[in-house]
């Protein structure tokens, strides 16, 4: 299986990130922004550890990002 490192989906207008996104352990940049996502913070983004962008821009999510985002050691704050 191939190893991504990048993933976007800018204005793709999804109701919901898919649950194979979690399998995507090696992923290091994420670009979901300007998408409608009408929810909480997807838990299946919880599994991205490696994650070091993480873009949820021009979405209404709601509430509050989990622990387990707090603990992402290589997510960069820009």
Request: aromatic letters at 6%; hydrophobic letters at 40%; a negative charge.
């Amino acid at each position: 299986m191939a190893t991504y490192r990048a993933l976007l989906s800018l204005k793709s207008s999804l109701d919901d990130p898919d649950s194979r996104l979690s399998a995507l352990s090696a992923l290091r940049l994420l670009n979901l922004s300007n998408n409608v996502f009408n929810r909480t913070f997807p838990p299946e983004l919880s599994n991205l550890t490696n994650l070091r962008v993480l873009d949820l821009y021009n979405n209404n999510l709601t509430g509050v990002l989990p622990v387990s985002v707090a603990t992402f050691h290589c997510l960069a704050d820009e």
